[in-house]
């Protein structure tokens, strides 16, 4: 008796196929069908009806955010100077034995008084200075992705070398002195390259009037004891051999009715258009457990086929719509 009593029940709520009023706390219209079974069956424990709706509204502005990416190449050079100057001073002392001077030779000539005399060393000073230079220079350059080393290295040597010889009668004092002067010059560059990339987000108001229409798809079941939705994708339409997979989603002026558990789909216009054609219109909500299967009746195609008649021309959806805003209600068109 109690099962009899809730399909008479749902099927009597059927007889208001559909209707249309304006929404004053969300500045919205709305058009939408209730009680649209899926089954053609009168008595059903399980009460599974697809509804279509609509939602129009008016915008006044759009914003739209402009992001806007700047690149800046920004190379930083750093020299470094490194100056290395040697000295070194060597000094030598030296004293050498010269060979002593012979006694007279005599000589084999005609000339019993004739010698030979070997010279003595000579006596004095003597000097001897040399000066050298050499120059070496390097050049050296490594590079890498964002970074370049550039070497340039100068070396220089001097050296000054001085000898002073005196010679007294037998015995030679000699002092050598010999002096280099070493300079080394590195000069190093390197080169690094940074990339700043810098987001410049603008926001840009766009004053507007202009309509906007929302379709969605609802469902009312009154479900079994053990029945859950399950989370997600949970309601798919086989439409003419093509799946819809759809997932759940909220309006503010979405309220379901009493009694029923009502859950709310966006879709497109023309899901809505190949549901009210479709030869073949199968449904399932899945369940944690279980799911729900249905033929859509041709019925059920019928009324939301009425539906997208009535409602999709907007001719008239601005002037209600702004009769709305000026706070008098529209009169909702005649079921």
Known sequence: MTAAVVGLAGCAVFEKKSSAWNDPFEQVKVAQMVGNNVSRAPLQRTILCLNARRETRVITAETN????????????????????SVTNLQANLSTNQLTPVAPPLPVDTNDPTAVIVQAPPPQGLSTNTSLTRTTDQYLTVNTGKDQSVTTLNLQSSVTHNHQLTATFGNLAVTVATNQTIRNETIVTVTAVTNYAVTARTNVVVTPVTRVIHDHYLFTELTPPPDFTLAPGENLILVLDGQRYGLTPTNSPA????????????????????QLANAREA???????????????????QQKIRQFLVRYTPASATLEELKTLAQGAPSTPPAP
């Open 65 to 84: 955010v402009v992001v806007l990416y700047q690149t800046n190449q920004v190379v930083t050079y750093l020299t470094n100077y490194s100056i290395n």
């Open 254 to 273: 979405f309220q379901g009715r009493r009694e029923f558990v009502s859950t709310l789909y966006k879709v497109s216009p023309e899901v809505l258009v």
């Open 282 to 300: 199968k449904l399932r909500l899945r369940g944690v457990n279980y799911a729900i299967e249905r033929n859509i009746s041709r019925s059920c």
